[in-house]
């Protein structure tokens, strides 16, 4: 980009000496680092052309004048854009161009055009207009003037939506003034002096600090006192002490950092030592660090003491990787931690431990485009994780398992990206690049895809469990569930902390009823309840592959059939489970099935069977027991209608997919309703062969889960089953293996449901 960029503007960083750790002191302290504002450089020393030294950025900028999206002289045809130029503000619109898209060819030319931050569709809630002053944003299109929103832009009643916002770059005035952080005044959107190579130290404790004092949903740990040492309910608590290098169990008030981050391929050597390096013993008698550790490791550390802390917690040190009980211990007890925690750094754009955090030592950030205009300097934004699906996409943070519950179980998150840190709480989304609104957003889970907040956005917590609708516990479970692990046998592990915390009651991965419903709506032993919690249940067994390429799921062996855990791959729950409706309404969902749980295994493999209901009547309630239902074996037992059916491939506009081909007994579906999944074979996938195969030529039991009316038809769900071969470590016979499920729009006209027939009705073991 060569140095008529930014690179004069970086400012100066206060070291660790020269900060205190009071995180008060930092609700005051200025948003910039450098210790005085960076001077102007001299007009001289910045070329502009002469079209360039016209341009009066006032006007552009200017969010008073009425229409604004169509004013004249909020428009300015540049015409084509060249690298080659020495006029610096004609390098800074090159910079910013609209990306080569499908309809805009990169040899056409360009306007710069302005638009209303309040009529420009953002998916990034750092940006909600109604949080900040009216602001302009500056984008170079494609196309001249008129004409050139086709494929980009779309009217509605006089504003205008940016449809490809990841392809629009967004031009902002960058702030020079020396503001106190959070001001009383709605801030314009504007861009604050940025370094490369160093980290703003005081304005990340500063979001820290008023997150603390301002966010009751995010209270310190030491106000919800949720840490399982300091109630003596759970293992100690073993951090980093950053200043000693010593690995140190933390007292009851002690504040601590902790780190989320992909460990990588390197191996895992005893006590979590890198290679070649051994943990030694201090002269207290303390377990001291290696000289040598990974570079993610030690940038933390760095990043604590800067902040004027002491403490951070990082698995591979403060777990005895040898010990089998402390992991075990530890491990049951990830929520208490990562919840205790002052605020959790995020090695968002760190693919394995050995690289660093980005602008902490040696590792430069990304530059991104700013001009120094004597008179209006321009700055780009940098690439958001909530709003940049490039960004996202090339994280292996976000891809890994252990990482989903680290990020939402936190209270705050510190992510380092390659361009800038973010700040995200269950109130918050604050960046490095701009000055922060003064009333943060409203966060919730309920975002549509267009982001990334589902998969990284604290959760709101209170003293007791957290509150979760079942609704936002199926995406949780959704988003899990197509992240990787290296170990898979940790696909339960590596949730436990947030199904264990949760106000929802699970039984190995499957939702049955939010405990709020069992003490609070419906005593547990009336019938409604009851029901509520089974039916929900058996639709919690209805889910299939997500995966739109349809790429089949992989069995783990270790975890039944039936649920999630036993399928390696992304996977979706039926809206039915989240359904709202109370369990008096006509439409509600019905039970079509009795359920038991094996409560224990003899030593001659007899089963004691206990109803899943009776079960829920045991359930420990109290603020400090998980909502994870315990379980000794994987079988589940199930009684209900069994229908036969037998599938063929769509015709027309159902091609690809499966649909019924035969019922017995005989029932008539409507196809353009009918879902069928298999779980090991995708229907679009003739050349995997003999399981396909099996599946157009074969009639398949179909257990029947759930029903609800919608007159004159019936939603039913089913279970495709698959017999498991007897041999001689089958515990039992009859025992099935759930291979997929079906849901199906069945119409009634001229009878009654044809799984009313009592001998329809069978007991299936589920493994």
Same mark, same amino acid.
């Given at each position: 980009?060569?140095?008529?960029?930014?690179?004069?503007?970086?400012?100066?960083?206060?070291?660790?000496?020269?900060?205190?750790?009071?995180?008060?002191?930092?609700?005051?302290?200025?948003?910039?680092?450098?210790?005085?504002?960076?001077?102007? *450089?001299?007009?001289?020393?910045?070329?502009?052309?002469?079209?360039?030294?016209?341009?009066?950025?006032?006007?552009?900028?200017?969010?008073?004048? *009425?229409?604004?999206?169509?004013?004249?002289?909020?428009?300015?045809? =540049?015409?084509?854009?060249?690298? $080659?130029?020495?006029?610096?503000?004609?390098?800074?619109?090159?910079?910013?161009?609209?990306?080569?898209?499908?309809?805009?060819?990169?040899?056409?030319?360009?306007?710069?055009?302005?638009? =209303?931050?309040?009529?420009?569709?953002?998916?990034?809630?750092?940006?909600?207009?109604?949080?900040?002053?009216?602001?302009?944003?500056?984008?170079?299109? +494609?196309?001249?003037?008129?004409?050139? $929103?086709?494929?980009?832009?779309?009217?509605?009643?006089?504003?205008?939506?940016?449809?490809?916002?990841?392809?629009?770059?967004?031009?902002?005035?960058?702030?020079?003034? &020396?503001?106190?952080?959070?001001?009383?005044?709605?801030?314009?959107?504007?861009?604050?002096?940025?370094?490369?190579? %160093?980290?703003?130290? +005081?304005?990340?404790?500063?979001?820290?600090?008023?997150?603390?004092?301002?966010?009751?949903?995010?209270?310190?740990?030491?106000?919800?006192?949720?840490? #399982?040492?300091?109630?003596?309910?759970?293992?100690?608590?073993?951090?980093?002490?950053?200043?000693?290098?010593?690995?140190?169990?933390?007292?009851?008030?002690?504040?601590?950092?902790?780190? %989320?981050?992909?460990?990588?391929?390197?191996?895992?050597?005893?006590?979590?030592?890198?290679?070649?390096?051994?943990?030694?013993?201090?002269?207290?008698?303390?377990?001291?660090?290696?000289?040598?550790?990974?570079?993610?490791?030690?940038?933390?550390?760095?990043?604590?003491?800067?902040?004027?802390?002491?403490?951070?917690?990082?698995?591979?040190?403060?777990?005895?990787?040898?010990?089998?009980?402390?992991?075990?211990? @530890?491990?049951?007890?990830?929520? &208490?931690?990562? $919840?205790?925690?002052?605020?959790?750094?995020?090695?968002?754009?760190? *693919?394995?431990?050995? #690289?660093?955090?980005?602008?902490?030592?040696?590792?430069?950030?990304?530059? !991104?485009?700013?001009?120094?205009?004597?008179?209006?300097?321009?700055?780009?934004?940098?690439?958001?994780?909530?709003?940049?699906?490039?960004?996202?996409?090339?994280?292996?943070?976000?891809?890994?398992?252990?990482?989903?519950?680290?990020?939402?179980?936190?209270?705050?998150?510190?992510?380092?990206?390659?361009?800038?840190?973010?700040?995200?709480?269950?109130?918050?989304?604050?960046?490095?690049?701009?000055?922060?609104?003064?009333?943060?957003?409203?966060?919730?889970?309920?975002?549509?895809?267009?982001?990334?907040?589902?998969?990284?956005?604290?959760?709101?917590?209170?003293?007791?469990?957290?509150?979760?609708?079942?609704?936002?516990?199926?995406?949780?479970?959704?988003?899990?569930?197509?992240?990787?692990?290296?170990? @898979?046998?940790?696909?339960?592990?590596?949730?436990?902390?947030?199904?264990?915390?949760?106000?929802?009651?699970?039984?190995?991965?499957?939702?049955?009823?939010?405990?709020?419903?069992? /003490?609070?709506?419906?005593?547990?032993?009336?019938?409604?309840?009851?029901?509520?919690?089974?039916?929900?249940?058996?639709?919690?067994?209805?889910?299939? +592959?997500?995966?739109?390429?349809?790429?089949?799921?992989?069995?783990?062996?270790?975890?039944?059939?039936?649920?999630?855990?036993?399928?390696?791959?992304?996977? /979706?729950?039926?809206?039915?489970?989240?359904?709202?409706?109370?369990?008096?309404?006509?439409?509600?969902?019905?039970?079509?099935?009795?359920?038991?749980?094996?409560?224990?295994?003899?030593?001659?493999?007899?089963?004691?069977?206990?109803?899943?209901?009776?079960?829920?009547?045991?359930?420990?309630?109290?603020?400090?027991?998980?909502?994870?239902?315990?379980?000794?074996?994987? !079988?589940?037992?199930?009684?209900?209608?069994?229908?036969?059916?037998?599938?063929?491939?769509?015709?027309?506009?159902?091609?690809?997919?499966?649909? *019924?081909?035969?019922?017995?007994?005989?029932?008539?579906?409507?196809?353009?309703?009918?879902?069928?999944?298999?779980?090991?074979?995708?229907?679009?996938?003739?050349? @995997?062969?003999?399981?396909?195969?099996?599946?157009?030529?074969?009639?398949?039991?179909? =257990?029947?889960?759930?029903?609800?009316?919608?007159?004159?038809?019936?939603?039913?769900?089913?279970?495709?089953?698959?017999?498991? @071969?007897?041999?001689?470590?089958?515990?039992?016979?009859?025992?099935?293996?759930?291979?997929?499920?079906?849901?199906?729009?069945?119409?009634?006209?001229?009878?009654?449901?044809?799984?009313?027939?009592? #001998?329809?009705?069978?007991?299936?073991?589920?493994?």
């Amino acid at each position: 980009m060569g140095s008529s960029f930014s690179s004069w503007r970086e400012p100066l960083v206060h070291h660790a000496g020269d900060m205190t750790g009071s995180t008060d002191r930092g609700l005051h302290q200025l948003s910039m680092t450098s210790r005085k504002i960076p001077q102007i *450089p001299n007009k001289k020393t910045v070329k502009l052309c002469i079209r360039c030294k016209m341009i009066n950025m006032k006007d552009f900028f200017d969010h008073e004048a *009425p229409s604004m999206a169509r004013k004249p002289n909020q428009l300015l045809y =540049l015409g084509k854009l060249k690298q $080659e130029t020495k006029c610096v503000l004609c390098q800074f619109f090159y910079s910013m161009r609209c990306q080569k898209t499908e309809s805009h060819d990169e040899t056409e030319v360009y306007t710069l055009r302005s638009f =209303l931050l309040g009529n420009v569709y953002t998916p990034s809630v750092a940006y909600f207009a109604s949080h900040y002053a009216p602001s302009m944003v500056l984008c170079v299109i +494609p196309g001249k003037a008129k004409g050139s $929103e086709d494929g980009l832009f779309r009217w509605t009643r006089g504003n205008c939506y940016i449809k490809v916002l990841s392809e629009i770059g967004w031009i902002v005035p960058q702030s020079f003034t &020396a503001a106190p952080f959070f001001s009383h005044k709605k801030p314009s959107l504007s861009a604050l002096p940025f370094s490369t190579t %160093s980290i703003n130290y +005081p304005l990340l404790r500063a979001w820290c600090g008023h997150c603390e004092t301002h966010h009751d949903t995010c209270a310190s740990a030491r106000k919800a006192k949720h840490m #399982s040492d300091k109630q003596g309910l759970g293992p100690a608590v073993r951090c980093i002490d950053c200043h000693t290098r010593e690995i140190v169990e933390i007292q009851t008030s002690d504040r601590y950092f902790a780190l %989320s981050y992909v460990w990588g391929e390197q191996p895992s050597p005893g006590s979590g030592c890198t290679s070649g390096a051994r943990e030694t013993a201090s002269v207290r008698g303390a377990r001291q660090l290696p000289n040598v550790i990974p570079k993610v490791i030690e940038d933390a550390m760095i990043v604590v003491a800067n902040l004027g802390d002491r403490y951070l917690w990082v698995d591979q040190y403060c777990i005895d990787q040898n010990d089998e009980d402390d992991k075990h211990a @530890q491990i049951g007890n990830m929520a &208490a931690i990562y $919840e205790g925690a002052y605020a959790t750094i995020v090695a968002f754009s760190t *693919p394995d431990s050995a #690289s660093g955090l980005p602008g902490v030592r040696n590792l430069a950030r990304k530059p !991104y485009p700013s001009v120094a205009h004597p008179k209006h300097p321009l700055s780009a934004l940098r690439p958001s994780v909530i709003s940049s699906p490039k960004l996202a996409s090339s994280s292996v943070w976000m891809t890994r398992g252990w990482t989903y519950q680290e990020a939402i179980l936190s209270r705050r998150l510190l992510i380092f990206t390659d361009y800038q840190v973010e700040f995200i709480c269950s109130d918050a989304v604050w960046h490095e690049c701009t000055l922060p609104i003064p009333l943060p957003p409203k966060i919730n889970l309920s975002y549509g895809s267009e982001n990334f907040l589902e998969a990284i956005t604290p959760m709101e917590r209170s003293a007791d469990k957290i509150p979760l609708h079942m609704a936002v516990l199926n995406k949780c479970i959704e988003e899990y569930s197509g992240r990787r692990l290296t170990h @898979q046998s940790d696909v339960l592990n590596a949730i436990t902390g947030l199904l264990s915390r949760i106000s929802t009651l699970t039984y190995l991965g499957i939702p049955i009823l939010q405990q709020l419903e069992l /003490t609070a709506i419906l005593p547990l032993r009336q019938s409604a309840t009851s029901k509520q919690a089974l039916w929900r249940f058996l639709a919690g067994l209805a889910w299939c +592959p997500a995966d739109k390429e349809g790429i089949p799921l992989r069995r783990r062996d270790a975890f039944p059939s039936w649920s999630w855990l036993g399928w390696e791959g992304r996977i /979706t729950f039926p809206s039915l489970i989240a359904f709202d409706g109370k369990s008096f309404s006509p439409h509600a969902p019905r039970a079509c099935a009795s359920v038991w749980i094996a409560n224990q295994v003899t030593q001659t493999k007899g089963e004691t069977l206990v109803p899943l209901v009776h079960l829920l009547e045991e359930a420990p309630l109290g603020k400090e027991s998980t909502s994870i239902l315990p379980h000794l074996t994987n !079988y589940l037992w199930v009684e209900g209608a069994v229908i036969k059916m037998a599938f063929t491939k769509g015709r027309g506009d159902e091609s690809g997919v499966l649909v *019924p081909k035969s019922f017995h007994p005989p029932m008539r579906s409507r196809s353009d309703k009918t879902r069928i999944s298999f779980r090991n074979c995708s229907s679009d996938r003739p050349s @995997q062969g003999t399981v396909y195969q099996r599946i157009l030529t074969e009639q398949w039991d179909c =257990l029947l889960l759930v029903t609800r009316d919608s007159f004159p038809s019936q939603d039913a769900y089913f279970l495709i089953l698959d017999q498991v @071969q007897g041999d001689e470590t089958t515990e039992a016979e009859n025992c099935h293996y759930a291979v997929g499920s079906a849901e199906l729009v069945i119409s009634l006209r001229g009878g009654d449901p044809p799984w009313d027939d009592p #001998s329809l009705r069978r007991k299936i073991k589920l493994c």
